[in-house]
């Protein structure tokens, strides 16, 4: 595991973007796991500004994103998929972008399907990650055992309380999603993982402990053979 400190949420959404630069002018054709939430919305606005300065090309990558709500349509202002369009991928461009399908009648054979283009694609080379406040990672909540392919799950409460912030009062907010399993996230090439802010603290200090937690899923990740965190001051409190 290797660990990036940064001043504050620019220098890392900066830092994270450099990799994002070096990787694709080593190989264009990358396949690029992307996640939401607050985290990375540095990060995409810091590669939109470099995709329109000409210094990053995304013509000839792939991205899959980790998860989305379900069932959720796609143009719900809350679903992922609007999210991704409105900060990354409409902005962008990319020859190919997945997003696990929110309206899918059958979400098992969706999840199949995602799996198997994922597969096809080639595998992914980095896939982008946050850390929510209990420690999942996707939406792997902390369980006794993980799955391993994309699949449907239901949200813990904490996390359900911890995003009805984007909800509006009385709205029906989603309570399972689709997301990438830990087979799925083991898999990929390296692992980017960004965290920030004072929230985070807690579940920073468990995932640096240097011990592996199954109540921790992000923890696991210490396993990985190429996870790089970065991380601002705040969320390590120091
Ligand atoms: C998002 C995702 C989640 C978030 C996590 C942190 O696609 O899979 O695991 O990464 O909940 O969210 P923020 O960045 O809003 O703190």
Do not use: W
């Amino acid at each position: 595991m290797i660990i990036i400190r940064c001043e504050d949420y620019d220098e890392m959404s900066c830092t994270a973007a450099e990799y994002y630069v070096e990787l694709l002018q080593k190989k264009p054709n990358s396949v690029l796991g992307l996640a939401t939430g607050s985290t990375p919305l540095g990060l995409y606005e810091k590669l939109v500004e470099a995709y329109e300065d000409g210094v990053i090309d995304f013509s000839q990558a792939r991205s899959f994103n980790l998860d989305e709500y379900y069932p959720i349509e796609k143009n719900h202002p809350q679903s992922y998929h609007s999210y991704m369009y409105e900060n990354f991928l409409g902005k962008v461009n990319f020859q190919e972008s997945q997003i696990p399908n929110g309206e899918a009648a059958d979400p098992e054979n969706e999840c199949i399907e995602f799996d198997k283009a994922i597969n096809l694609a080639g595998g992914i080379d980095l896939l982008l990650l946050g850390i929510g406040t209990n420690g999942h990672i996707g939406f792997n909540e902390p369980s006794i055992s993980y799955t391993l392919a994309t699949h449907l799950t239901e949200l813990a409460e904490s996390t359900i309380e911890a995003n009805s912030r984007f909800f509006a009062d009385g709205e029906l907010q989603p309570r399972a999603a689709l997301t990438m399993g830990f087979g799925n996230i083991f898999a990929s090439k390296s692992i980017l993982m960004l965290i920030s802010g004072a929230s985070k603290r807690p579940i920073v200090q468990r995932l640096l402990d240097d011990k592996i937690h199954t109540d921790v899923p992000a923890s696991l990740l210490s396993l990985h053979p190429d996870f790089t965190i970065i991380i601002d001051r705040e969320a390590l409190g120091d």
